[in-house]
């Protein structure tokens, strides 16, 4: 052990393991770093998105919640409450409204805050206590509705309630905002005495729960079985397409970061590991010529990787835990909640990537040194005989489990992976081709130009490996650049600042001119009225949904349920035709319903409108941008098929602010007109994409501060032979500018082609991302053409003539003696 520690302490002096050490140290902070880092930005958007929800987990169901289910959540130490919801008459005085009214538990709400108000129609106060009991709040459009004001009397059923707050937003809001009748809540102890639920009422019954993730985990494996029809477990980023999407996009884009991390720590590894065996060959050879055998020397390098992963891995983790404090504490004053704590757990990540990393280039490399043969001592410029191949599979194999490890998945890694192979090949094809084409132009070079090209192929193998690791380093960043800025502009997009913010349901024909002229008056942005006749899908190409789907085993969609139908005169906002004629006397289909049921134009559908059937053929398919927010449909007849049924109406609008209060008191002239108002979902929404924005900035500048460091590395491997050339160039007689430049232009050339090998696989693994990764449209990104090679050839240049920098200050004798 001593002998081991005595060559450990010679190899840090003279620098040799202190350079795979500084690799490992990289390896394991920068992926604890961002794993620690992602997983309080995970914590942190699912306790914002847990507000829309007012809890961490809900269960809803049709039927009473049973009481084993509250009796586990105590027994798990998680926080329950529960909320009733259904629509019901509410009376004050000689008014009356259909209303939909919430009763809650005490407890309620486990996350968020209701905002409540003394004024009508006001912007409202944070409150996280529910109503006592005998009170209800009511929404300032329902007391406008019913003409009341605080203090006045409400009857639900056989009990009377006193208005005590006006309700601007519940913090569960999220579950009941596609009710659009106006809306209440009222203490869980006084719905028994409203009398109002009775058989064959349309209740839903919901199971609140908060608490430790890993109780919620056990909560939810027991109940999962239980759970029957009319009954669903529910988590904050399941709350509505567009929410689910917003978080899955948002964590797609975090583990693409981390798994960036880990490819570049790995390279880090693999050229540190390289360089160490390439500096032991010697010392390995004499130790063997003085008797050392194969087993002692196995010995002594376990020993030496062991205790340098132990300190590795201890400073490493220590470092990403301070490196995700700092990026923690730079967010916070950005960020409209506090971040959680990171989990301990999560330092996992940074050790085993370090141990992987370790394991899969080190100890392949340190076997076959061990086997080095004491000629080497006679033979210096021996070089060791390795299965290269085999040797880089193993670490590619370790980089790639780890990565789906790290990913709980395999389509990351595989697009990543696929794009690296793509890449070494065009590097090796490119690379051969140029650095080839370079030496014969090159032939009895005088000029630092030329001695700089000449330089390329006379290095061919390891200028080669360079040019890859300089590729993928460059690729990797423009792809972060890449999916940042197109990720952000999609959710941009997805979410003006003037998407609709609310929808009128229920209007009739007559009633569209009135409300045309109000909106007007308010200058109101407003979408084009659609027509709803409600319908549903019986059959398709003459055989019943029954017969496709028995027991409704696999029923699509579009057969599940009513849907709502219209007509319309040309394709509306939101929509594009994907094939055949919208004009013509035929069904127009979304194409996602339409791949879901396996439908295609000339398709027909049986329709029961009203107790008529209806069957049409689907002449057109539409894509539907649902994001946009505008009234939207899965299906769109002809006109002369719908005109003679009672139809109401929907519009979607985008209210400001600054007129909601009256545009609320104009709409109360409509009684029967409801209002949907979606507009605390979409801030809710639009303040998560904000912080993304912010997050993301800093993963990126984490990021490429591993790139840079990683570039450094790879400079380093092949200092030697540069440094030795350099020596011998001034020894006859070269000036320093001259050696300056042969540095420039061959670093310059390195970083050109890197950078334009980049931006293609940038490109095309941009591509699969962007299709296959975030389910996005894809995109071309010119700036990558241009920020490619730029990059490469200023970051490149200065980075290897900064490191080359000894051979131009250093006498040359010295130099060489130090070879």
């Known amino acids: 052990m001593s002998f081991t520690f005595r060559l450990m302490l010679r190899d840090l002096r003279s620098g040799d393991l202190l350079t795979l050490l500084l690799a490992l140290i990289i390896s394991v902070s920068t992926v604890t770093s961002i794993g620690l880092f992602i997983d309080r930005l995970q914590l942190s958007f699912e306790q914002e998105s847990a507000n829309l929800l007012a809890a961490d987990r809900l269960v809803r169901s049709d039927d009473t919640i049973p009481a084993e289910w509250t009796l586990r959540a105590d027994e798990l130490a998680l926080q329950h409450a529960q909320r009733t919801s259904f629509t019901t008459m509410m009376f004050a005085g000689d008014s009356l409204q259909l209303s939909q009214l919430s009763a809650v538990s005490e407890g309620y709400p486990l996350k968020g805050a209701y905002l409540v108000d003394d004024t009508l129609f006001g912007t409202g106060q944070r409150s996280t206590e529910a109503p006592q009991q005998g009170e209800i709040w009511a929404s300032s459009r329902l007391a406008s509705l019913l003409n009341i004001e605080l203090g006045d009397q409400v009857e639900v059923g056989d009990a009377t309630f006193t208005l005590t707050k006006y309700l601007v937003r519940d913090p569960g809001s999220s579950t009941s905002a596609f009710a659009i009748s106006p809306r209440a809540v009222i203490s869980m102890a006084d719905l028994a005495a409203t009398n109002v639920i009775i058989p064959g009422s349309r209740v839903r019954y919901s199971l609140l729960l908060a608490g430790n993730r890993d109780a919620l985990g056990q909560y939810e494996t027991w109940i999962t079985p239980q759970l029957n029809e009319g009954q669903r477990w529910q988590t904050p980023t399941q709350r509505g397409e567009r929410i689910g999407d917003t978080i899955g996009r948002a964590e797609s884009f975090l583990l693409l970061a981390g798994t960036l991390a880990v490819v570049m720590s790995g390279v880090a590894m693999a050229l540190a590991s390289a360089r160490f065996v390439k500096r032991h060959l010697m010392q390995v050879a004499i130790l063997k010529t003085l008797g050392a055998t194969p087993k002692l020397l196995g010995k002594v390098f376990f020993q030496q990787l062991f205790t340098l992963f132990l300190v590795g891995a201890l400073?490493?983790?220590?470092?990403?835990?301070?490196?995700?404090?700092?990026?923690?504490?730079?967010?916070?004053?950005?960020?409209?909640?506090?971040?959680?704590?990171?989990?301990?757990?999560?330092?996992?990540?940074?050790?085993?990537?370090?141990?992987?990393?370790?394991?899969?280039?080190?100890?392949?490399?340190?076997?076959?040194?061990?086997?080095?043969?004491?000629?080497?001592?006679?033979?210096?410029?021996?070089?060791?005989?390795?299965?290269?191949?085999?040797?880089?599979?193993?670490?590619?194999?370790?980089?790639?489990?780890?990565?789906?490890?790290?990913?709980?998945?395999?389509?990351?890694?595989?697009?990543?992976?696929?794009?690296?192979?793509?890449?070494?090949?065009?590097?090796?094809?490119?690379?051969?081709?140029?650095?080839?084409?370079?030496?014969?132009?090159?032939s009895g070079a005088t000029s630092g130009w030329q001695i700089g090209l000449a330089s390329l192929y006379r290095r061919l193998v390891p200028n080669l490996f360079q040019l890859l690791v300089f590729t993928l380093i460059i690729m990797l960043t423009l792809?972060?650049?890449?999916?940042?800025?197109?990720?952000?502009?999609?959710?941009?997009?997805?979410?003006?600042?003037?998407?609709?913010?609310?929808?009128?349901?229920?209007?009739?024909?007559?009633?569209?001119?009135?409300?045309?002229?109000?909106?007007?008056?308010?200058?109101?942005?407003?979408?084009?009225?659609?027509?709803?006749?409600?319908?549903?899908?019986?059959?398709?190409?003459?055989?019943?949904?029954?017969?496709?789907?028995?027991?409704?085993?696999?029923?699509?969609?579009?057969?599940?349920?009513?849907?709502?139908?219209?007509?319309?005169?040309?394709?509306?906002?939101?929509?594009?035709?994907?094939?055949?004629?919208?004009?013509?006397?035929?069904?127009?289909?979304?194409?996602?319903?339409?791949?879901?049921?396996?439908?295609?134009?000339?398709?027909?559908?049986?329709?029961?409108?009203?107790?008529?059937?209806?069957?049409?053929?689907?002449?057109?398919?539409?894509?539907?941008?649902?994001?946009?927010?505008?009234?939207?449909?899965?299906?769109?007849l002809p006109k002369s098929i719908l005109e003679d049924y009672p139809a109401n109406f929907v519009s979607s609008l985008f209210i400001e602010e600054s007129k909601a209060q009256s545009f609320y008191k104009a709409m109360s002239a409509f009684p029967t007109v409801s209002i949907l108002n979606v507009g605390d979902i979409l801030k809710q929404i639009q303040t998560i994409i904000g912080q993304l924005s912010q997050a993301i900035q800093l993963v990126l500048l984490c990021i490429l501060s591993a790139g840079a460091l990683v570039l450094l590395a790879s400079v380093r491997s092949t200092l030697e032979e540069r440094l030795e050339e350099g020596a011998l160039l001034r020894v006859l007689g070269a000036k320093s500018a001259l050696v300056r430049q042969a540095l420039f232009v061959e670093f310059g050339a390195l970083g050109f082609f890197s950078g334009l090998i980049a931006a293609i696989g940038a490109e095309t693994c941009l591509y699969g991302l962007q299709v296959f990764v975030f389910n996005a449209d894809a995109s071309f990104h010119p700036l990558l053409w241009l920020f490619g090679p730029l990059i490469g050839v200023c970051v490149i240049s200065s980075i290897g003539v900064f490191a080359s920098r000894t051979v131009l200050k250093v006498p040359p004798m010295l130099l060489l003696r130090g070879l």
């Open 315 to 442: 400073i490493g983790l220590a470092i990403g835990w301070g490196i995700q404090e700092i990026i923690a504490s730079l967010l916070s004053g950005l960020m409209s909640t506090t971040l959680p704590e990171p989990s301990i757990s999560r330092l996992w990540l940074g050790a085993t990537t370090g141990l992987i990393s370790m394991l899969a280039f080190c100890l392949p490399l340190m076997s076959h040194l061990i086997k080095i043969s004491p000629l080497s001592v006679l033979q210096p410029n021996a070089k060791i005989e390795l299965n290269t191949f085999v040797i880089y599979l193993i670490g590619f194999l370790g980089m790639y489990g780890l990565m789906c490890v790290y990913t709980k998945g395999f389509l990351l890694p595989s697009i990543m992976t696929a794009a690296i192979f793509g890449i070494a090949l065009l590097v090796a094809g490119i690379g051969w081709i140029v650095f080839k084409l370079g030496r014969s132009l090159t």
């Open 479 to 636: 792809i972060l650049i890449g999916v940042k800025s197109s990720l952000i502009a999609d959710w941009q997009q997805q979410l003006p600042e003037d998407a609709p913010n609310h929808y009128l349901f229920n209007v009739q024909a007559n009633q569209i001119d009135q409300i045309n002229d109000e909106t007007s008056k308010l200058n109101v942005q407003k979408s084009e009225w659609y027509p709803m006749v409600r319908g549903r899908v019986t059959a398709a190409n003459g055989k019943t949904v029954q017969a496709l789907y028995p027991n409704e085993k696999g029923e699509p969609e579009l057969y599940e349920r009513e849907l709502n139908l219209t007509w319309a005169e040309s394709i509306g906002k939101g929509n594009e035709l994907v094939s055949g004629d919208f004009t013509a006397e035929g069904l127009s289909i979304e194409q996602r319903v339409a791949k879901e049921a396996n439908l295609t134009l000339g398709d027909k559908l049986t329709i029961n409108i009203g107790g008529n059937i209806v069957t049409l053929p689907i002449t057109s398919v539409r894509t539907v941008d649902w994001g946009s927010m505008q009234p939207n449909f899965y299906l769109i």
